[in-house]
Every structure is written in C-alpha cells, then in structure tokens.
C-alpha cells in the first residue's frame, strides 16, 4: 500500500506560477506510475499528466502543455507538478494518483490551486 499527500495549493493570480509537491509513503515509490489530477468547482475529475516509474515518459492533457511540468524524484519519494502560466480555468482541487498497471487505485486527499484573475 503506498500513502500520498499533496501540498504546495493556494492563492495565485493569473499569470503567476505554482509548484505542488506530493509525499509517498509505504510500498517502493519507483514502482508506480504516478500521475496529477484535478477536479474543478461542478466538474468531474480529470487527468493533467502521468510520469512512467523511471521519469523517461510523460504524459499530458492538451490544456497544460507547454504550461505544466511533471517530475518526479524516486530518492525522495517525491512527485512534482509545476505549474505556469496559470489561467482562472485552472483552479481546482489537485490530486496525486498512483498505478501498477491500467488502474489508478491509490489517491491523495487533494490540495485547493485558486488562480484569480
């Protein structure tokens, strides 16, 4: 079982840039494929981008490219999303995720991301 904890959410203005972090604990870290999400205010959850176990691989929604960075050091068990050029649409709760295979079965409990304009 692997534990996640996100941090790093808050108050940005439009423009401006945000980093979130997200912890892992328990089961080996560099065995998942580890990924951000994010649920905006009445809408359901969506992917942002994924990271292969070894960081050789990533993946992202068409709306963050060129904007957003996935990262990921397996010493520190430690996940990254850097986020610039951040857009009021972006708010929303983030998520970090974690999968074996094809399903994401493992969640942290989400940090707030409130981009003003």
């Known amino acids: 079982q692997i534990r996640l904890v996100e941090s790093g959410g808050g108050l940005v203005q439009a423009g401006n840039s945000l980093s979130l972090s997200c912890a892992a604990s328990?089961?080996?870290?560099?065995?998942?494929?580890m990924g951000w999400f994010r649920q905006g205010p009445g809408k359901e959850r969506e992917f942002v981008a994924e990271?292969?176990?070894?960081?050789?691989?990533?993946e992202y929604t068409n709306s963050v490219k060129g904007r957003f960075t996935i990262s990921r050091v397996n010493a520190k068990n430690t996940l990254y999303l850097q986020m610039n050029s951040l857009k009021p649409e972006d708010t929303a709760v983030y998520y970090c995720?974690?999968?074996?295979?094809?399903?994401?079965?493992?969640w942290g409990p989400g940090t707030q991301v409130t981009v003003s304009s």
């Open positions: 995720a974690a999968k074996i295979a094809t399903m994401w079965d493992h």
């Open positions: 328990g089961r080996t870290f560099s065995s998942y494929i």
């Open positions: 990271i292969s176990w070894d960081g050789s691989r990533t």
